[in-house]
């Protein structure tokens, strides 16, 4: 009796110390959780509160809409740098998106297993190649190529960056994709080819729509990646202030510009203020980008 009545103790002691430990845990998680949305708030109040200092000089009509962009003289236009970084991002996706989603299908559902234990490791290997690496690739290769293929002058321009881009962006979509793929449910794959389907029908009429949510996810990725690169784009798209007119002419994106001119601007002045809005315009942009793709997401899912 007495040997129950400890083994009930240390039970309850045991539980009591796994409450007290998880009631810390929970505590711990809340606390790095606040602390991360401190910072990240912090950040955005930082740069916005510095950025709408430009429109005690400049005019906001002409920091959106002018294209001309010369502090020197006091032309403070970044339209040229938002239309870059936006036609960079979709160029980008238009090229990379169906590649990266021809890949995660033939990982998940064509490749045999064998294939799939060498393709996904260096998928993820992939990652790890730092931007600058693309950008000397793009700088030394790509950029001649364009320049003797398509007869240019320089090679430089919107073609050579989002030809950078969708590749740094293809890990994101295969590897996200192909889990959203693989968490189909087998039954749906099956049912569908018991009605008589074919095995590319069901992939397209099945299996995509039902992990579609996923797929989204995987682009929204990429397109935050690749709207916020710097170095890779800086390397190839020419960084020349004006407006892109062709995929070949060389133009510049809000990072790249910042990274730029931002070490010959004096902390405070309407050039330095006309970097921080430009910086904010980003991250407006990043989320904008995402709550589209996700209201369009939910559509699609209702």
């Known amino acids: 009796m007495e040997l129950v009545e400890k083994c009930i103790e240390i039970r309850k002691e045991e539980h009591n110390m796994t409450l007290v430990y998880d009631r810390y845990v929970r505590y711990l998680f809340i606390t790095s959780a606040f602390f991360m949305a401190v910072i990240i708030l912090s950040i955005i109040v930082f740069v916005g509160q510095q950025g709408l200092l430009t429109f005690t000089e400049v005019s906001p009509m002409e920091f959106f809409f002018s294209s001309k962009w010369d502090p020197m003289d006091g032309h403070y236009g970044a339209f040229s740098f938002i239309s870059g970084s936006i036609l960079a991002t979709f160029l980008a996706i238009l090229f990379g998106a169906p590649l990266g989603?021809?890949?995660?299908m033939f990982m998940a559902k064509i490749a045999p297993s064998w294939l799939r234990e060498i393709m996904?490791?260096?998928t993820d290997l992939y990652v790890a190649i730092p931007s600058v690496v693309y950008g000397f690739v793009g700088l030394t290769i790509l950029v001649p190529f364009i320049r003797e293929y398509f007869h240019v002058s320089s090679g430089f321009g919107l073609l050579a960056a989002a030809i950078i881009l969708s590749i740094m962006i293809l890990?994101?979509?295969i590897s996200i994709s192909e889990d959203a793929i693989r968490t189909v449910p087998?039954?749906?794959e099956e049912a569908s080819l018991a009605l008589g389907a074919t095995r590319w029908q069901t992939l397209w009429r099945v299996i995509l729509p039902a992990a579609l949510p996923g797929i989204l996810t995987a682009i929204i990725l990429a397109m935050a990646r690749a709207i916020g690169e710097t170095m890779a784009?800086?390397?190839v798209i020419g960084n020349t202030p004006q407006l892109a007119k062709s995929l070949f002419m060389?133009?510049?994106t809000l990072p790249s510009?910042?990274?730029v001119e931002m070490g010959n601007t004096p902390?405070?002045?309407a050039w330095g203020n006309s970097l921080f809005l430009m910086a904010l315009v980003l991250l407006l942009m990043s989320l904008a980008m995402i709550l589209i793709i996700r209201r369009i997401a939910e559509r699609r899912v209702a």
Request: proline share 12%.
């Open 171 to 173: 890990p994101t979509i």
């Open 186 to 188: 087998k039954s749906l």
């Open 267 to 269: 902390f405070g002045s």
């Open 233 to 235: 784009v800086q390397m």
């Open 250 to 252: 060389p133009t510049s």
């Open 257 to 259: 510009e910042i990274v």
């Open 101 to 104: 989603l021809a890949g995660a």
């Open 120 to 122: 996904r490791p260096a």
